[in-house]
């Protein structure tokens, strides 16, 4: 028994080969399905190579460039990221590629049936942007020509190119346009701040010969007389009778200390050429001070920043000299008048008498009570005004320079520029899979569609080919005999 079973098991994989050749053998006999199936799919290549149109491809490349520094022109440079993004933008406008598509007549079908818009969104399909890195982008095109892939592709760099450096110098121009207006209103800023300077320092003259206008307290120390110094006293003027006047012949008539017109222009000129003196002294302080933050006292840019000091600090004391000229002497006190001349044209309605101590005592108290926190606070406000609209008006100005510079370098095409450095060529062959690659695909293809329709038909196939195939049907088998056929006579 066991040996029985050790002989089935041995017969079994022999008998598994046989059926597979048996359905081997019943496929081959479909071979006329497959035959067909691989003639279909042959005819299928020929058509195909025959309505497909080759596409061929042509790649142009573009370089990114800083001719001049974004820090002398002012210009802001762009990242990498940033700049590639715009260049895609510009390259997919859907008005520029309408033009493109107009110009090349590209896809006409497409055009007649759907319109240009649909046109446009056929040809950015074909097109491809490539950013690997660095200031380097590529532009790539597939036509349905050499001819075609290579114009299209020259022009779309040509108008990337294009429409970028317009881009920047509309960017210039507007820069430069909002910085000249932000000048002229910083200028005027700048003239009535020094105006109200002038104003105060001409109704406070003492104001401007402080020795330190610009730190706390200047109120204080014009309010009080300096070391070694007395404070003259304003003399009194009384007004005499008529009889008495014509008594005091010794007493000669004051000289009216009136100001001209010319006097006082000067001294108001002078006043604000203090101001501006000042003012200007202030800003060389803070930029020495901004300068030795960053550099040594041995650093170019510091050296030329304490000789600016130097300078403004001259031109203060300049001004200050000017100043004390141009403003008006106090009026003399009256002299004796000649004798031997006629006392009645002399004879002097009032006469200037020097004040008693007890006056200028007085005097030196209203002086003290005078509102010096309210002065105190005018010439720190009209300092701190004029200081700081100097130095919005200088910021401006560096600003607008830089801007005018940036300006004329990209009229000039000395700025960012984007340069083909790789232009678009002639390509020579389509691009893959070639004729052979389709028609070696088709033939494989056709050919496993052959074999397998075999394999089906083969499988669905109920005929009795040999005889395990009737070993599933002899319960439901009978013999029945051939019948014998008689002959008829002849007659």
């Not at 790649?59 to 002012?74: D, I, K, M, N, P």
């Not at 406070?204 to 120390?221: E, K, N, Q, V, Y």
């Not at 070694?228 to 008529?242: K, M």
């Not at 010794?250 to 003012?279: I, M, Y």
């Amino acid at each position: 028994m066991n040996r029985s079973k050790i002989d089935s098991t041995r017969v079994e994989p022999r008998a598994e080969l046989d059926r597979l050749l048996a359905f081997l053998g019943r496929a081959s006999r479909f071979w006329r399905t497959a035959l067909a199936l691989v003639l279909i799919g042959e005819l299928g290549c020929l058509a195909f190579l025959l309505l497909r149109q080759p596409l061929y491809r042509s790649q142009t490349v573009l370089l990114y460039t800083e001719t001049v520094r974004s820090a002398e022109t002012g210009e802001p440079s762009m990242a990498p990221k940033s700049v590639a993004a715009r260049m895609q933008e510009l390259l997919n406008s859907r008005r520029e590629l309408s033009g493109v598509v107009e110009q090349f007549d590209l896809y006409p079908d497409v055009r007649k049936t759907y319109g240009t818009f649909d046109a446009v969104d056929e040809l950015r399909k074909h097109i491809e942007f490539r950013a690997p890195g660095g200031d380097t982008f590529s532009i790539a095109f597939q036509g349905t020509s050499p001819e075609q892939a290579r114009d299209v592709t020259a022009r779309l760099a040509e108008l990337v190119v294009t429409q970028d450096a317009d881009l920047r110098k509309k960017q210039t121009v507007a820069a430069r346009d909002f910085l000249a207006e932000e000048k002229k209103r910083a200028a005027e800023r700048l003239k009535n701040a020094e105006q109200d300077l002038a104003g105060f320092m001409a109704a406070h003259p003492s104001f401007a010969l402080d020795a330190m206008p610009l730190a706390t307290g200047a109120a204080i120390r014009a309010s009080v007389a300096r070391p070694g110094t007395t404070t003259p006293s304003r003399p009194r003027v009384v007004a005499l009778p008529a009889a008495k006047a014509e008594k005091e012949t010794s007493v000669a008539p004051p000289a009216p200390a009136v100001p001209s017109p010319a006097d006082e222009r000067a001294a108001r000129e002078a006043a604000e050429e203090a101001a501006r003196a000042g003012a200007a002294v202030e800003a060389a302080r803070q930029s020495v001070a901004e300068k030795r933050e960053r550099y040594t006292d041995a650093h170019p840019d510091v050296r030329a920043a304490r000789d600016a000091l130097a300078r403004a600090e001259g031109r203060l004391l300049s001004a200050r000299a000017k100043l004390s000229i141009a403003t008006p002497p106090p009026a003399p006190a009256a002299v004796p008048a000649p004798a031997g001349e006629d006392t009645k044209k002399a004879a002097p309605r009032y006469v200037t008498v020097p004040r008693t101590p007890a006056e200028k005592t007085g005097n030196a108290a209203e002086t003290k009570t005078e509102d010096l926190v309210a002065l105190e606070t005018d010439w720190a406000r009209l300092i701190r005004g004029v200081t700081e609209a100097r130095q919005r008006h200088d910021q401006v100005e560096a600003a607008l320079f830089k801007a005018d510079m940036a300006e004329s370098s990209a009229s000039g095409g000395q700025g960012t520029q984007t340069t083909m450095i790789d232009p678009a060529y002639l390509p020579q062959r389509p691009i893959p899979p070639g004729p052979r690659t389709i028609a070696l695909l088709f033939f494989a293809a056709s050919v496993l569609a052959g074999i397998g329709a075999a394999l089906g038909r083969a499988a669905l196939d109920d005929r009795i080919y040999d005889r395990e195939g009737a070993d599933d049907l002899i319960d439901v088998l009978a013999e029945v005999p051939a019948m014998r056929r008689q002959r008829r006579a002849h007659v």
